[in-house]
């Protein structure tokens, strides 16, 4: 009796756990971007977001020359992260402030390369 009570209970579970909706998440993003991608800025817009990215932009300087300072980074490696910094500010800029889709090259925690 009890071995049949629990086959039962086994059964009842799997069917619950198949039965439920399994949707994919990652789609949604997918399509939130396709809509930003849509988008067409106005001047003024354009404007208002490139003066908060120089606000940005000098504050993060700031915390990195203050991380420098106190020893926390070398000065290599502050030089690069505020060049990056200025990179991407370039490339928003570049691209009206508007975010690109970023495209990851590695799936599942392995490169295309090693997975073939």
Known sequence: MKKLFKFGLAVLFSVSVFS????????EPEQDMKQVQKVKLTEEQKRELDTL???MLKTKKQIIMKYEEFGVI?????????EWMEKHYEMMKENDFIPKKRHHH?????DEKTAQ
């Open 53 to 55: 990215y120089k606000e």
């Open 74 to 82: 070398s000065s290599e490696k502050a030089d690069k992260k505020m």
């Open 106 to 110: 590695k799936k599942y925690g392995k």
């Open 20 to 27: 439920m909706n399994f949707t994919d998440v990652s789609a």
